[in-house]
């Protein structure tokens, strides 16, 4: 079991800058896959970024580029680096942790990013 806390969200102008991070509870997060999700009202939750429990990355094609996913194994915290945001990054964000082993997925509860002038 693993808990995940989101924090970093807010309201920024188009062009701006955010930093989401997410905290987990519990030992062995360094063999969690990670990821980030988003939810913009009225759509599907949708995939942002994720690192893998090696590093490795993938990204969303709506964020490449400007977005960047990282890891502090020693931390036990992920972060999303949001560079050159845009009106359509507006949504919940969700932090998510998964398990290699079994599958199984935990969430954070989520937080607001609102881009808009």
């Known amino acids: 079991q693993v808990q995940l806390v989101e924090s970093g969200g807010g309201l920024v102008q188009p062009g701006g800058s955010l930093r989401l991070s997410c905290a987990t509870s519990?030992?062995?997060?360094?063999?969690?896959?990670m990821g980030w999700y988003r939810q913009a009202p009225g759509k599907q939750r949708e995939l942002v970024a994720r690192i893998s429990s090696a590093g490795n990355t993938n990204y969303a094609d709506s964020v490449k580029g400007r977005f960047t996913i990282s890891r502090d194994n020693a931390k036990n915290t992920v972060y999303l680096q949001m560079n050159s945001l845009k009106s359509e990054d507006t949504a919940v964000y969700y932090c998510q942790a998964r398990l290699p082993i079994t599958g199984t997925d935990f969430w954070g509860q989520g937080t607001q990013v609102t881009v808009s002038s």
């Open positions: 519990g030992s062995r997060f360094s063999i969690y896959h």
